[in-house]
C-alpha cells in the first residue's frame, strides 16, 4: 500500500513564511524604535501598568518643579528681608551710639546739631530700607498693590497680610514681614521716635534718655523679626534640600520605567536582525515555486 503524501500544500506554507516575516519584521523595527528613543514605554500597549505609574511619576515631577519655583521665590522675599533688617538693626544701633554722643557732658548745641543731622539722614535711609523690593513687590507692605510699605515721610502705606508659597504637599510659609510688626504701629513706629530724638538733640536733651529707652524696645522688636525671619530661611534651605532628593529619586524611579537597558537592546536587535534576515530566505524559498510542483 503506497504511503500518504503529508507534504504541506505550497500556498499554506507561503502563508505561513509571509506571518512569520512580518512578525519578526514587526519585532525589528519595534527594537529599532526603541534603541534610536532610548525609550521601553514609547505607547500604551508597551506596558499598561508601567505606563500607569510613569504618568503618575510624571505628575509627581510636575509638582516637585513647582515646589522648587515655589521655594526659590520664598527664598528670594526672606534673603531680602534678612539683609534690609541686618542693615537696620545697624542703623538703629548707631542712632543709639549717637544718643550716648550727645548725652555726654561735653556735647555742646552745635555737636548735638551735626547728631541731629546725622539721626536725620538715618531716618530717610531706614525708609528706603523700608521699601526693600523683592521682584518688584515691597517686602514689608503685605498685599498692598503700590510700589512702597512707606511714603516719604515714613508713614505707613501698607496693606498688614501674609503672603504665603506652597513648599510642599500641606505645608506654606509666610515669606513677607508687615512693615507694622517690624518698625511698629503708626504713630509710635521708629520713624517717630527718630522724629523725636532729632528734634530733642536740639530742642530738649533731657528727653533723649527716655527717647533712647524707647529706640531700645524698638530695636529689639526688629531683632525679633530678623530672628523670624532667619529661621524661616533655614526651614526654605531644608525643604530645598529635601525638595530636590525627592526629585531625583522620582527620576531614577521614572528612568528605571521608561529608559531601554541599551546594551540589552542591542544585544536582542542584532539577534532579531538574524532572525529576520533567516526569515528573508524562508519565505523567498517558499514563494518560489518548483518545476516540480507545477508540473503537478
Known amino acids: 500500500m503506497p504511503s500518504a503524501d503529508f507534504r504541506m500544500p505550497n500556498s499554506l ?9 512580518q512578525q519578526s519584521f514587526a519585532k525589528l523595527t519595534d527594537l529599532q524604535d526603541e534603541a534610536s528613543s532610548l525609550k521601553r514605554l514609547r505607547k500604551p500597549s508597551d506596558g499598561p501598568a508601567d505606563v500607569v505609574s510613569a504618568m503618575q511619576l510624571h505628575a509627581g515631577l510636575d509638582r516637585n518643579d513647582q ?17 534690609a533688617l541686618t542693615s537696620v538693626v545697624t542703623q538703629l544701633q548707631r542712632v543709639n551710639t549717637l544718643i550716648v554722643q550727645a548725652s555726654n557732658a561735653s556735647s555742646d548745641p552745635s555737636a548735638r546739631q551735626t547728631i541731629a543731622n546725622e539721626v536725620d539722614s538715618i531716618r530717610q535711609t531706614l525708609i528706603g530700607l ?15 498693590s503700590g510700589n512702597v510699605a512707606y511714603d516719604a515721610s515714613g508713614q505707613y502705606v501698607g496693606v498688614s497680610a501674609n503672603v504665603e508659597r506652597n513648599i ?22 521708629v520713624f517717630s521716635t527718630l522724629s523725636q530724638i532729632s528734634q530733642a538733640l536740639t530742642t530738649d536733651p ?7 529707652a524707647t ?7 526688629v531683632q525679633s523679626q530678623l530672628s523670624l525671619v532667619g529661621s524661616q530661611f533655614s526651614r526654605v534651605q531644608a525643604m530645598q534640600s529635601q525638595n530636590t532628593s525627592d526629585g531625583l529619586t522620582m527620576k531614577q524611579n521614572l528612568s528605571s520605567i521608561e529608559d531601554a537597558d541599551i546594551a540589552q537592546v542591542m544585544v536582542q536587535l542584532q539577534a532579531q536582525q538574524v532572525a529576520y534576515q533567516a526569515a528573508l530566505q524562508a519565505t523567498a524559498q517558499a514563494i518560489q515555486p518548483s518545476l516540480a510542483a507545477f508540473l503537478k
Open 206 to 212: 533731657s528727653q533723649l534718655s527716655s527717647l533712647q
Open 67 to 83: 515646589y522648587t519655583r515655589n521655594l526659590s521665590d520664598a527664598q528670594g522675599w526672606l534673603g531680602n528681608a534678612d539683609n
Open 215 to 221: 529706640l531700645t524696645g524698638q530695636t529689639t522688636q
Open 130 to 144: 523700608a521699601n526693600t523690593q523683592y521682584a518688584g513687590r515691597p517686602i514689608f507692605a503685605g498685599t498692598a
Open 168 to 189: 510642599a504637599p500641606g505645608q506654606q510659609i509666610q515669606v513677607n514681614v508687615n512693615g507694622d510688626s517690624v518698625f511698629g504701629t503708626p504713630g509710635s513706629d
Open 13 to 21: 506554507l507561503t502563508n505561513n513564511s509571509l506571518s512569520a516575516l
